[in-house]
């Protein structure tokens, strides 16, 4: 059994207390170097191995995974924020399926979430949008012809934009072709939760021009949509002329 640990959006004491109980109990460690925030890795024991994944391919990872299973060590595959969202784990678990070995995921909390508490927002906002579409920009790993941006943002819904910090001018150009425009809201969030987070609420307009300046370039995500602007209706929820099956 291998344990699949989302490590939370990077803040030591934001990964789940189940998470962080299976980094304890951890004889064996693999984490994703290059996106979690090595300070969770306190929570291993001192004699735990610990293997950095950015500097190891897909065959080097199953390789010290089948190997700690057949000396019956407890393992975490530790990813950053939640293994569901952008976290290649299909190839993991079905490769190690392979082999006679099984995986326990552990969710987390996605970035995209710690994104939204540090520009103290709500992506659903009554009579703005009811709606979040979570994507990216295509690269090396391409996007199916259909989960366009330029597609997907003629919803004009909340939109967070993950791995297209690089890309800013051409995200512009594709979320243009939808329904927004340069004046739309919009926010970029580098390292939410992290010591050195940097969140800059802007516009379409702007927005490569304030990461540039701010000096963001990768390891970050971008929001965009109405639900950072400042209309907004107040929920039904609370309404004092509004019954529930609790308040009459």
């Known amino acids: 059994m291998v344990k699949i640990v989302g490590a ?8 789940t207390v ?27 024991k001192k004699d735990c191995e610990i293997y950095n994944s950015a500097y190891m391919n897909l065959d080097e990872v199953i390789n010290v995974i089948v190997k700690a299973e057949s000396e019956g060590k407890n393992i975490v595959r530790l990813h950053t924020g939640d293994p569901s969202l952008y976290g290649a784990i299909r190839e993991q678990i079905e490769e190690l399926a392979k082999h006679g070995i099984t995986c326990e995921i552990c969710p987390g909390v996605s970035s995209f979430l710690a994104a939204a508490a540090a520009m103290n927002c709500e992506y659903t906002v009554p009579e703005v949008a009811q709606s979040v579409i979570i994507t990216r920009m ?21 939109m967070v934009i993950f791995l297209s910090s690089s890309h800013l001018k051409e995200l512009k150009e594709e979320l243009y072709k939808g329904a927004y425009t340069p004046d739309t809201p919009c926010a970029i969030c580098y390292k939410a939760s992290w010591k ?36 907004y209706s107040f929920s039904k929820l609370y309404d004092p002329e509004f019954k529930t099956e609790y308040r009459k």
Not at 8 to 15: E, H, S, T, V
Not at 30 to 39: H, K, Q, T, W
């Open 8 to 15: 939370g959006p990077g803040a030591k004491d934001l990964i």
């Open 18 to 44: 189940r998470g962080m109980r299976m980094l304890n109990e951890a004889d064996v460690i693999i984490y994703a170097g290059s996106l979690v925030n090595e300070e969770l890795l306190e929570y291993a």
């Open 138 to 158: 295509p690269g090396r790993t391409p996007v199916p012809d259909n989960e366009s941006i330029a597609k997907l943002a003629a919803h004009g819904t909340s």
């Open 196 to 231: 050195d987070e940097k969140c800059i609420k802007t516009t379409l307009e702007n927005l490569d021009r304030e990461a540039e300046k701010a000096g963001i370039t990768k390891t970050a995500l971008i929001m965009v949509g109405e639900f950072l602007g400042d209309k």
